[in-house]
């Protein structure tokens, strides 16, 4: 989590402003506008530095959890698409059906008249 913390904080700083960040902005200049405090930041680096850990360490939870959530989804998903095909597998192997599980079909020899009656006793 420390390199995607320190990854954010990097961005954050030093990315774009039209996605929120600060365009490499002085970090006592941030640290003003997040606590609306002057003056004060430029004497404490190390709690400004801090200061933008715990907003970026917010962001990365955040981003964890939600790619979590979407990887859930992704899985339940996939798990339900499967569900019929399984569950139609195993009826056809309880049933013993004779042209499931079959190694091969004899097409040529298959009599459809016949194929029917049998089907439908």
Same mark, same amino acid.
């Given at each position: 989590?420390?390199?995607?913390?320190?990854?954010?904080?990097?961005?954050?700083?030093?990315?774009?402003?039209?996605?929120? $960040?600060?365009?490499?902005?002085?970090?006592? !200049?941030? $640290?003003?506008?997040? !606590?609306?405090?002057?003056?004060?930041?430029?004497?404490?680096?190390?709690?400004?530095?801090?200061?933008?850990?715990?907003? $970026?360490?917010?962001? !990365? !939870?955040?981003? $964890?959890?939600?790619?979590?959530?979407?990887?859930?989804? &992704?899985?339940?998903?996939?798990?339900?698409?499967?569900?019929?095909?399984?569950?139609? &597998?195993?009826?056809?192997?309880?049933?013993?059906? &004779?042209?499931?599980?079959?190694?091969?079909?004899?097409?040529?020899?298959?009599?459809?008249?016949?194929?029917?009656?049998?089907?439908?006793?």
């Amino acid at each position: 989590m420390f390199l995607v913390d320190a990854a954010l904080v990097y961005v954050y700083v030093h990315g774009p402003r039209l996605l929120g $960040c600060w365009e490499g902005a002085k970090r006592a !200049t941030i $640290c003003n506008h997040l !606590t609306n405090v002057e003056e004060v930041w430029d004497h404490l680096p190390e709690q400004c530095d801090e200061l933008l850990r715990r907003k $970026c360490h917010a962001y !990365t !939870t955040v981003l $964890c959890l939600s790619a979590s959530l979407f990887v859930a989804y &992704r899985l339940l998903s996939i798990a339900l698409s499967l569900l019929p095909s399984v569950v139609a &597998r195993q009826a056809h192997a309880e049933h013993g059906h &004779r042209l499931i599980g079959a190694s091969r079909l004899a097409l040529v020899g298959l009599d459809p008249g016949r194929f029917a009656l049998e089907t439908l006793e």
